[in-house]
């Protein structure tokens, strides 16, 4: 399977292939899907001293992981409001102290594996296209009294001074986030669990599975690994390997593209380097990259892969609602890839059989949720810790199949017009 296309794989720093596997092995553990959620919990798993397989059926990086917008900061997509319905006060607030975990843990992981390719860059400004600012000042006060984590109000005036545009009236500035490049840093992860006695299988998609008995197994076209435990973490490519797991998730298509050099240019509109995020429930996210070179702009969701060609036109029209002194900054890459969401919009992470578990929807999350997640479930697969209850009422809940698919693509053209309707008022 043909490594897609983007900048992240034309500026990758580790271009290593790895066999596939071949005859028959034994581990203490295995894992299919080699993204970051796969990769984290590995490598929680070999520094405890397990003996690690895992599986990836491209290459290392090749989903989600190693083509997403790069940006770590402590959120869930599924919202504060829905996730204290669900749970309650307390336990919403002990998720969200998770996600702050994950920041700081992606953060270290990145220092302690000194990952100077990881291109960490601090910050992120949540932007607002309407005029409105009590809220957002409200969240600043709650946040700092809850979690004791700093951000900062930014009025118009005080955002002119990151950003030229027509469309912003207000931002948050989170100096705690930062943004890189993830398809480095996975595979600079990935080093790692080899260097600790991990193996790692590429060009090997699973073909069949055991998960009853003491004994897990799994086959590929070229062998059959076991284990006595199993960790399923396939992501947006979940297959039909699992059916429970595949009714599940959701594979929802995003979008990317890569503007030209052109840093005279980029600068009349954007002067930050932080992340940047606006605040529409169907938004984009932006940063600069190549030292202010390159604009990366990352939006829109289909439930069918589209046209990355003419995706990046609709970004284009975006970028330029924004930035209108950008038109005649060119874009010369674009791409697509699936990310996997749940019905509920959190992660899916827990034992589904004896033995058997699942680390899976990270769609919209961040990356910092995918990291902590992967600590979790190796902490409980380790007997250190039940933190992992945390996640249990966001179980594998059905994801409607096709129905579902069309309810979330209409759901999220709904949020398109309320979105263009709030910012007409």
């Not at 491209?58 to 992981?65: L, N, P, T």
């Not at 599924?78 to 996600?99: K, Q, T, W």
């Not at 289909?302 to 609709?314: F, K, L, S, V, W």
């Not at 899916?348 to 992967?374: C, D, K, R, S």
Request: with cysteine.
């Amino acid at each position: 399977m043909a490594f897609p296309d983007t900048w992240y794989a034309r500026t990758a720093a580790d271009r290593t292939v790895r066999p596939a596997l071949s005859g028959h092995e034994v581990a203490d553990v295995v894992i299919i899907g080699g993204g970051l959620a796969g990769l984290t919990t590995a490598l929680e798993l070999a520094r405890a001293g397990l003996a690690v397989a895992i599986f990836e059926a491209a290459q290392v990086g090749f989903g989600a992981s190693g083509r997403n917008g790069g940006l770590v900061s402590p959120a869930f997509a599924g919202g504060d409001a829905a996730i204290r319905a669900r749970v309650g006060e307390a336990e919403a607030r002990a998720l969200h102290r998770l996600s702050i975990e994950g920041v700081e843990r992606l953060r270290t992981t990145i220092r302690d594996l000194k990952i100077e390719s990881a291109r960490v860059v601090p910050g992120l400004l949540s932007l607002r296209r309407f005029d409105r600012a009590d809220d957002l000042k409200a969240h600043v006060d709650d946040f700092a009294k809850l979690y004791g984590y700093e951000l900062h109000y930014l009025d118009r005036t005080a955002l002119a001074e990151h950003v030229t545009s027509p469309r912003y009236f207000h931002a948050l500035h989170d100096p705690n986030a930062f943004h890189i490049h993830p398809l480095n840093v996975v595979r600079a992860i990935a080093a790692e669990i080899e260097r600790l006695g991990g193996r790692i299988f590429e060009g090997s998609p699973a073909t069949g599975v055991q998960l009853s008995g003491p004994s897990k197994q799994v086959r590929t076209a070229g062998g059959l690994i076991e284990a006595p435990r199993l960790v399923l973490a396939t992501g947006g490519y979940t297959g039909s390997l699992v059916p429970r797991l595949k009714r599940a998730v959701l594979p929802i298509a995003t979008y990317m593209m890569a503007t030209e050099e052109a840093p005279e240019l980029i600068a009349t509109a954007i002067r930050t380097r932080a992340c940047m995020y606006d605040d529409r429930r169907a938004g984009d996210y932006y940063r600069l990259v190549d030292g202010g070179r390159r604009l990366l702009w990352g939006g829109r969701i289909t439930t069918r892969a589209a046209d990355p060609a003419g995706i990046a036109r609709e970004l284009r029209r975006e970028m330029l609602t924004a930035y209108p002194q950008l038109a005649d900054l060119k874009t010369e890459l674009s791409w697509s890839g699936l990310m996997g969401y749940a019905r509920h919009l959190m992660p899916q992470l827990g034992e589904m059989h004896p033995g058997v578990w699942h680390i899976t929807a990270f769609g919209g999350h961040g990356l910092n949720t995918t990291a902590i997640a992967g600590k979790v479930l190796a902490e409980a697969m380790l007997g250190e810790s039940d933190r992992i209850r945390l996640f249990k009422p966001f179980g594998l809940d059905w994801a409607g199949g096709p129905a579902g698919l069309a309810a979330a693509q209409l759901t999220y053209w709904k949020l398109q017009l309320q979105d263009r309707w709030r910012e007409r008022r």
